[in-house]
């Protein structure tokens, strides 16, 4: 497959290597400063228990999507390294430039992302 011309690969993936040091950083930074939820209802309120229990509910999903972006990154940065990066991974067609600049790690042209929702 011949590279998309209408794409700076150097660029994309400069982009993609400074978002994936920038959530790695997020990540360990978070990781600094997690505390556990005290749930034992003797020693805090219902409403405080139900307020720890929502903010780690949030924190635990923020971390799962900051995870799936990574392996979305780790995944673009590959398709780079084989030069099938800006084509789509389902119909093997090119991707838009203004999708790839709007999200430089998606796999799928706008058609396919369509059909896959």
């Known amino acids: 497959m011949s590279k998309n011309p209408a794409?700076?690969?150097k660029?994309?993936?400069?982009?993609?290597?400074a978002r994936r040091k920038e959530l790695l950083s997020i990540i360990?930074?978070?990781?600094e400063t997690k505390t556990d939820t005290d749930l034992d209802q003797q020693r805090v309120g219902r409403l405080s228990r139900m307020d720890?229990?929502?903010?780690?509910?949030?924190e635990d999903e923020t971390g799962r999507r900051r995870d799936k972006e990574l392996q979305r990154i780790a995944a673009a940065l590959?398709?780079?390294?084989?030069?099938?990066?800006?084509y789509c991974t389902a119909c093997?067609?090119?991707?838009?430039?203004?999708?790839?600049k709007n999200d430089p790690a998606t796999p799928l042209c706008i058609n396919c992302a369509q059909k896959a929702t």
């Open 7 to 9: 794409i700076d690969i």
């Open 11 to 17: 660029k994309m993936k400069k982009v993609l290597v």
């Open 28 to 31: 360990e930074s978070g990781e």
């Open 52 to 58: 720890a229990m929502q903010q780690q509910a949030m």
């Open 78 to 86: 590959d398709r780079i390294d084989s030069d099938d990066y800006g």
């Open 92 to 100: 093997d067609e090119p991707i838009a430039a203004k999708r790839l």
